[in-house]
């Protein structure tokens, strides 16, 4: 016999409210290691199947509000908690992965070859316009208004999970935490269909979870 879901009063007074920023599912390319960036690049049925399944877990969570990128990837994962949950989604393109320029659609391998010297500098916590696009500060300044928004939103003890990509997640992070952008690597990425849980403190948001959802998997992303 199943557990019954918890409910609003599960959940013990006072928790604050939580932020789930959860990166899409697998796609093509992350099993190709070509990085995707804004390009709209479907999930393969794994990608579904790993959308169903951390849904169903994420459901549990009774989340109040659903915010993704409007990139189909992501757009498609919230669907799934979305089909359970039965709430309204926010797509917003703020929420994209970034832009990366001439990285786009090359694999991991190629940019090394083509940008070695940038990606050995990206590595370094320098800031680098990858293939002339974005830096991940520029990221941070478009992402992490956007999830402040919603938060602000949500009831007391409220939660909101924002589906977006594993760079855009890892700066919000960062930005959210209050670290400095050469500080942000420090971070590990995120799993396909995993996530990671802030939580509201007395002193601002703290990270409470980090690649949850499955046991240790590889990073296959575009900030890797």
């Known amino acids: 016999m199943s557990a019954a879901a918890p409910t609003a009063a599960d959940r013990g007074p006072g928790r604050g409210r939580r932020v789930i920023l959860w990166r899409h599912g697998q796609t093509a390319w992350n099993v190709e290691r070509r990085f995707q960036g804004t390009t709209d690049v479907q999930l393969?049925?794994?990608?579904?199947?790993?959308a169903r399944r951390a849904a169903r877990l994420l459901a549990s969570l009774q989340p109040d509000a659903i915010v993704s990128s409007d990139l189909s990837r992501a757009a498609d994962t919230?669907?799934?908690?979305?089909?359970?949950?039965?709430?309204?989604?926010?797509?917003?393109?703020?929420?994209r992965e970034t832009?990366?320029?001439?990285?786009?659609?090359?694999?991991?391998?190629?940019i090394i070859a083509r940008h070695g010297e940038q990606y050995a500098a990206w590595k370094r916590g320098e800031p680098v316009r990858r293939g002339g696009g974005e830096l991940e500060t520029e990221v941070a300044d478009r992402a992490a208004p956007v999830v402040l928004r919603h938060a602000e939103k949500l009831p007391e003890d409220g939660t909101l999970v924002v589906v977006s990509h594993g760079g855009t997640i890892r700066t919000t992070i960062g930005r959210l935490?209050?670290?400095?952008?050469?500080?942000?690597?420090?971070?590990g990425g995120l799993s396909n269909c995993c996530w990671s849980v802030l939580g509201e403190g007395a002193r601002g948001w703290r990270l409470l979870e980090h690649n949850a959802g499955t046991l240790p998997e590889p990073v296959l992303g575009d900030d890797d």
Do not use: R
């Open 44 to 50: 393969t049925e794994t990608g579904v199947a790993q």
């Open 78 to 95: 919230a669907a799934e908690l979305v089909a359970l949950t039965g709430l309204e989604v926010t797509h917003d393109e703020a929420l």
């Open 99 to 110: 832009y990366a320029g001439d990285w786009q659609g090359l694999t991991h391998d190629e």
């Open 177 to 187: 935490l209050g670290l400095e952008a050469q500080d942000w690597e420090g971070l």
